[in-house]
């Protein structure tokens, strides 16, 4: 059939990115001997006509081609042909069955509905392979037998007849598949259930296929988790033991290494070395360990906001003798501290035991999940400061650069998690990575919280500010993280490198880079007055976000209400109104003659502008303005969440005023959902603090 190819009208079809001609160049490349041209087409393929999982006419026009490639006995690679099946059916299924959706050429599409049809079609291909003896068939052919075959009843049957000959992972693919199946149509929902029930209470089976059947059981029949699945699912947690050989392994060495330094790849291909960083924690977060990783995030999913519950399962899953098991635990606790609120002493603890010198793979990941929860993780400073430590000790004081990926990746990131808790055993390593540039931007990004260092830090951050160069604008990342680390460290002694980098940026048009460092210089008070020959004349640039900045350093620096006032209140009407307005209430009543303007700023659509205005009424006007402030603040966190710490931050300066906010406030304190601006720990514990300092003084 791939000789038929070109009796399809490809040209007239588009994919992501333009015609789709060369999507049957794509699918011929599937069949070469070639690895690297095969693993080439699927890339291509995926990218383009499967793009971000889209399903477009080319995409449909390929099914029959693909099919015919899983049947035929000279396709080197099966394996990955029906997982792209598998993938595209998937995908069509996910789409409204009634809705249009429309190609990137503005094309009305139905695609998603031919896919279906081809899929539900050629079923049987599933069928077929879902007995393959090779595991990487057999997998995607079990999912397709349960989404594509018509006859459900028979779909169950068949899957239950194939778990006995089944691995591990693949009988835990039947049962979810089972499952999946019973959910899709309701005249094997019975059936599915009441198997997946009996499967569960056998006492024969493994361990992970019992917890597999109760897990989906409770998929099954959400309303139905009683008192007795947790401690079942614990109990049958506790009884997964793996094998001798790999109790006590490191995952690393059982399922791959650590990916490749990030600053290695950067400077062979140019890029910044904090985006390459961040693909490479991407590519962490998809890599999976045990074959019950899956599963135990849908119980997650399940359990939602049973917070003890949760606790509790996750502390039994870090405990668990299987190595695998506590690895891919680690971001699942990560995930369930940002998310909601509660006691995680208990899984910091439980996070810390996993800092372990001889197992770098699963300390790096505990390291980096604990310097992600911010004051959460301060239960465990000690164990963060033994391990960076006990790795000096036994690597050397230039361990932030071993040669190991893994001791070096893991050592960064105790450092960096203790430099976030303003730990001073965090100094040395950090000074060693300023020193030497190894990693540096590291470093950097953690300096500012290491206030006690400041005489340290300051006079290496600036000689590392004055050689970057801010003609290129691909070192903007890296100049960011430095000024924002000196407006955090600085004195007044080291306004001259700020200064310097403000005039540097400027010359260079790097207008944003230069609004920080203005920021920045702003931060250092009176005691930077001299900077202002340099400042002053900035209050009439051409951008506005640097004029802005500017006008607000000169009265950080100078202090002067009278020349300043009239200049924020005119860049009021631009887009930087919400940086202006802070300003204006930080000089307080000597601002009145902004009050008219912040007044009809508080009928803005915007509810950031309405926030940012009432905090300047109330900051200039005082009690005369509480009334409405407190009514557009109220509005304005009830409409966007988001906005909740600026709105906090101002009831709590208001003191008495505030009163009328006090049931929302109280409301809040009761909430287990994670709040705050993007919901970060940070500041949701902010928040919560600001709420509980409210409520306090009622």
């Known amino acids: 059939m791939i000789n038929e190819m070109d009796s399809v009208d490809w040209k007239s079809m588009g994919h992501a990115y333009g015609p789709a001609g060369d999507v049957p160049g794509w699918l011929t490349g599937m069949t070469s001997a070639d690895p690297g041209v095969r693993d080439e087409a699927f890339s291509h393929f995926y990218n383009a006509a499967h793009h971000q999982g889209d399903v477009y006419p080319c995409t449909a026009a390929s099914l029959p081609f693909l099919f015919a490639m899983a049947g035929s006995p000279g396709t080197p690679d099966r394996a990955s042909v029906i997982e792209l099946l598998l993938s595209i059916g998937r995908a069509s299924l996910d789409m409204d069955p009634e809705g249009v959706y429309f190609t990137p050429d503005g094309t009305e599409s139905r695609a998603h509905v031919d896919a279906l049809a081809v899929m539900r079609e050629h079923a049987e291909v599933f ?167 899956s599963l135990l995030k849908t119980f997650h999913t399940l359990l939602n906001d049973r917070v003890p519950e949760r606790t509790a399962l996750l502390a039994a899953q870090l405990s668990s003798a299987d190595a695998a098991m506590r690895y891919d635990s680690i971001r699942m606790a990560q995930n369930l501290i940002a998310q909601w609120r509660g006691d995680h002493t208990g899984l910091v603890a439980l996070l810390a035991k996993r800092l372990l010198t001889e197992d770098a793979y699963t300390c790096a990941a505990a390291a980096e999940a604990l310097g992600s929860l911010g004051p959460v993780s301060e239960s465990a400073r000690d164990a963060l400061a033994f391990y960076v430590e006990a790795t000096r000790a036994s690597h050397g004081p230039r361990v932030w650069a071993a040669q190991d990926r893994l001791v070096r990746r893991a050592h960064q990131e105790a450092v960096r998690a203790l430099a976030r808790l303003g730990d001073l055993r ?159 209430g930080s000089i307080g009543p000597d601002a009145s003659p902004a009050l008219p303007r912040l007044r009809k700023m508080l009928t803005a659509d915007y509810e950031w502008t309405r926030v940012h205005a009432a905090a300047a009424l109330w900051d200039i006007g005082g009690d005369a303005e509480a009334p409405v402030v407190v009514e557009t603040l109220l509005a304005a966190w009830a409409e966007n969440n988001s906005t909740s710490n600026h709105v906090l931050a101002c009831l709590n300066r208001m003191g008495p005023a505030a009163r009328p906010a006090l049931p929302r406030i109280r409301e809040e304190l009761t909430l287990l959902r994670r709040s705050g601006r993007f919901r970060s720990i940070t500041n949701d514990e902010e928040l919560l603090e600001a709420c509980r300092s409210i409520a306090a003084r009622a």
């Not at 009988?171 to 019973?182: D, P, Q």
């Not at 330094?261 to 977060?285: H, Y």
């Not at 006079?459 to 970057?468: D, G, H, Q, Y």
């Open 127 to 293: 069928v077929h392979y879902a007995s393959d003896p090779d595991p990487l068939v057999q997998r995607p052919a079990i999912e397709g037998l349960g989404l594509f075959l018509d006859d459900s009843g028979r779909a169950v049957e068949m899957l239950r007849s194939l778990l006995s000959g089944s691995g591990t992972v693949e009988r835990l693919l039947i049962v979810r598949t089972v499952a999946t199946v019973g959910l899709r149509d309701a005249a094997a929902h019975r059936v599915a259930t009441r198997w997946l029930e009996t499967l569960a209470a056998d006492t024969t089976v493994q361990p992970e296929v019992r917890l597999a059947a109760l897990v989906h059981r409770v998929r099954c029949t959400p309303q139905k988790i009683g008192g007795d699945v947790l401690p079942t699912a614990i109990d049958l947690l506790r009884k997964i033991v793996p094998d001798e050989a790999s109790r006590d392994k490191a995952p690393s060495l059982r399922t791959g290494t650590e990916q490749g330094d990030a600053t290695s790849s950067v400077r062979a291909q140019g890029v910044p070395p904090q985006i390459a960083a961040a693909f490479e924690d991407l590519e962490r977060q998809d890599s999976v360990h045990a074959p019950t990783t």
């Open 426 to 584: 965090a100094l040395p390593s950090v000074l060693t990575a300023l020193d030497e540039g190894t990693d540096a931007w590291r470093a950097v990004q953690v300096a500012g919280h290491l206030s006690g260092a400041a005489g340290d830090l300051t006079p290496r951050l600036s000689k590392l500010l004055e050689e970057v160069d801010f003609s290129d604008p691909s070192q903007a990342m890296s100049a960011g993280a430095l000024v924002s680390a000196l407006g955090k460290l600085a004195g007044p002694a080291d306004a001259p490198e700020l200064t310097s980098a403000i005039t540097a940026t400027v010359r260079h048009e790097q207008w944003h880079m230069a609004a920080s460092a203005l920021n920045a210089l702003a931060s250092l008070g009176p005691g930077a007055a001299c900077a202002l020959e340099v400042i002053r004349p900035l209050t009439d640039a051409q951008d506005i976000n640097v004029r802005a900045a500017a006008t607000a350093a000169v009265w950080e620096l100078e202090g002067d209400a009278g020349r300043v006032v009239p200049q924020l209140v005119e860049l009021l009407d631009s887009h930087q109104h919400h940086e202006v307005a802070d300003v204006l």
